[in-house]
């Protein structure tokens, strides 16, 4: 178990080195390799986590190692979908360090066993965890757009670094990724937050019990459906947002 | 040996008034060169003539005497004295004239690196040329590897990738703004030479509605009229920054025309859609503070220059990788060229043809009751029966007085028995 997970690590490694090398020297070769590394490492990841359900009945989630390693799949299966629906192949130079980076930590924090496996087999349960992992891997992805949005903006409003600006592109396809992103991950929120409030009523008799996990959950809901009821109607977008959609998945992040 | 030789001037050598003393317009050229070909020293011709180079290709069996009477033709066809031009032409033999015709093709020796325009015009040249008939084997191979070679470096390297002009890098920087420009609205305040070709180069990315804003209404409904746009009176700008996304100015005004104050106001009315100010004019018509406001950017004429000096650089460098895949093709092509001789023709026809005996002898002696004894005599057998069937073709390709057509026997032969594998 642990040596497929290294592996799977040392392919999420390799990606992010072909990402960053076509970032620098601009060879479509190197992007291919890099998203080729990545594909394998998210199928030997898809293996190691089926094993883990396998083995524990369960969706492995219930201590930070696999929870932690349980989000690294979710971002890279998110990229994964995003690359092949806009092709946007430079947003990887920000995902493959981001998963390499989180599959790091998974092997070096030491595993306490798992005491409540009654509570996880719920359907409810699942889809709740699914759903709200994958809802994070969306904002993840959009706080990343959201980056080089910013770094693109600069670019060209300072006239300066061309490095950036050649490499990066247009603002446009920038906005309408991160907007993208931000569509997705709101509704698997929202579709997460539903069935974590069905199952809490089934499991606890009550929907809600000022939990900080599901106040933080709460806030971070209302902070994306206020993003986007101010981009629908007076269209906010551009640096703001942009900043907005970043700090907003940092502090989840922390959360 | 038939040798290729290549006589020109350029921008580098000459000044523009003697370049258009020079220049051959499209009829003239043809009749130029129809009227070297009839030179006895040559056998194929092919005529350029751009408003920055006029170069003359020629096949020739005597390349000095071709070379004298082409300078004394372009003396009598243009009515020019021969020293007025002679220091500012070169001369280029066999590889070098080759390599010269890529790099010029490839746009590798324009005066914009990387311009587009030279490669049209030689094929335009040769295929005049070779409707009248007077390229033969070698100049047409020799330009098929051409146009091969200059799309290759078109391909494979970023030499016509930038913008090397303002309007042009004007029209770069939108995009990487908005991404597409279609339906995207442009307004322009003023008029100029500059501010207009950025107009028309956004307008063939497919822009939506053009308006055009002048101090004198008049001569803004002539431009609207030519961009298919609307025109505006001066006082409308503010209340049209509401809808346009890309504004061009280039006003004679000694103030701003565009305030801070006027974008900032417009943000909410426009959704926050980005806005692209291209400031042309000096003194500037566009508050280079409106460059902090969000979802604003503005670019000045500096701006824009330090864009295309950039663009000059990358261009630069690309072209050395330019050279490099001209290197490998001159290579090439001077191995074809050397081998289209009569000895190496010659010499490869005899190992083709002795090579086959070889094996067919292999054969006979392996699968049959002849004894090994008899070896020595078949190859004797083999060995004459080659002898007296190259003999004729021998004497025929060594023959003098089919000097026109040598390089075509030549070639044919090489085809038939395909010996350029």
């Known amino acids: 178990m642990d040596t497929a997970i290294l592996a799977t690590l040392a392919l999420y490694m390799l990606s992010t080195a072909g990402y960053l090398a076509y970032f620098f020297l601009q060879k479509n070769r190197l992007q291919q390799a890099g998203l080729a590394l990545l594909m394998a490492g998210f199928l030997s990841h898809t293996a190691v986590i089926g094993i883990g359900f396998a083995q524990k009945g369960h969706i492995p989630v219930s201590n930070l190692p696999e929870t932690l390693s349980f989000a690294g799949w979710a971002v890279a299966g998110a990229f994964l979908v995003l690359h092949t629906r806009y092709n946007l192949k430079v947003l990887g130079v920000y995902a493959t360090p981001f998963v390499a980076l989180v599959m790091a930590i998974v092997p070096l924090i030491p595993k306490t066993p798992a005491e409540t496996p009654a509570v996880f087999k719920s359907f409810w349960l699942v889809a709740h965890v699914t759903a709200i992992f994958l809802g994070e891997a969306a904002f993840a992805l959009a706080a990343g757009a959201g980056l080089l949005y910013l770094i693109q903006d600069d670019a060209i409003r300072t006239k300066r670094s061309r490095f950036f600006f050649k490499r990066l592109p247009s603002l446009e396809l920038l906005d309408a990724t991160g907007y993208a992103c931000i569509v997705v991950g709101f509704c698997l929120l929202t579709l997460g937050l539903i069935t974590g409030l069905v199952y809490a009523k089934s499991y606890w008799g009550r929907f809600w019990s000022w939990d900080p996990k599901e106040v933080w959950s709460g806030i971070a809901w209302l902070f994306y459906a206020v993003l986007l009821h101010g981009r629908l109607t007076v269209g906010w977008r551009g640096r703001r947002s942009a900043i907005s959609a970043s700090v907003c998945c940092c502090s989840r992040f922390w959360g | ?421």
């Open chain 2, 1 to 421: 040996m038939h040798d290729i030789v290549l006589i020109g001037i350029n921008h580098k050598t000459a000044p523009v008034e003697l370049r258009e003393c020079i220049a051959f317009s499209a009829e003239e050229a043809e009749t130029a060169v129809a009227a070297l070909r009839r030179l006895p020293a040559v056998v194929e011709s092919l005529l350029y003539s751009t408003c920055n180079r006029v170069e003359l290709l020629m096949v020739s069996a005597d390349p000095p005497a071709s070379v004298e009477a082409a300078k004394a033709f372009i003396a009598e066809f243009n009515k020019i004295p021969r020293e007025q031009f002679e220091n500012a032409l070169y001369v280029h033999e066999n590889e070098n004239a080759a390599r010269h015709l890529f790099r010029v093709a490839a746009s590798l020796d324009s005066m914009i690196l990387g311009e587009p325009q030279i490669l049209g015009q030689i094929k335009e040249a040769y295929r005049q040329a070779a409707a009248a008939k007077t390229t033969g084997v070698i100049l047409n191979r020799l330009l098929h590897r051409t146009f091969f070679v200059a799309k290759r470096i078109r391909t494979e390297t970023g030499i016509g990738d930038r913008a090397v002009s303002i309007s042009y890098a004007a029209v770069e920087m939108a995009r990487k703004i908005f991404g597409t420009l279609e339906g995207k609205r442009v307004l322009l305040i003023g008029a100029g030479e500059m501010a207009e070709l950025a107009v028309e180069h956004l307008l063939r990315h497919a822009v939506g509605e053009t308006f055009v804003a002048n101090r004198t209404f008049e001569n803004g409904l002539t431009l609207a009229n030519r961009f298919r746009g609307r025109a505006i009176r001066f006082e409308e700008i503010a209340e049209h920054l509401k809808q346009a996304d890309i504004i061009i100015s280039s006003t004679g005004a000694p103030g701003f025309v565009v305030t801070r104050e006027q974008v900032r106001s417009v943000a909410r009315a426009r959704r926050n859609r980005p806005l692209f100010f291209i400031d042309i004019a000096v003194p500037r018509d566009i508050d280079p503070e409106i460059n902090r406001l969000d979802n604003a950017y503005v670019y000045d004429i500096d701006d824009l220059k330090g864009v295309v000096e950039e663009n000059i650089g990358d261009r630069q460098k690309e072209a050395l990788k330019g050279e490099r895949i001209i290197d490998e093709a001159v290579v090439r092509f001077r191995n074809w060229h050397q081998s289209l001789d009569v000895v190496p023709t010659i010499v490869s026809l005899r190992q083709k043809m002795e090579a086959i005996a070889e094996s067919e002898i292999r054969r006979t002696l392996h699968g049959s009751s002849l004894p090994p004894e008899s070896a020595p005599a078949l190859s004797r057998m083999m060995g004459a029966f080659i002898n007296k069937v190259l003999h004729e073709p021998t004497v025929f390709l060594k023959q003098d007085g089919m000097h026109a057509n040598k390089p075509t026997y030549l070639d044919a032969v090489r085809k038939l028995f395909k010996l350029d594998e």
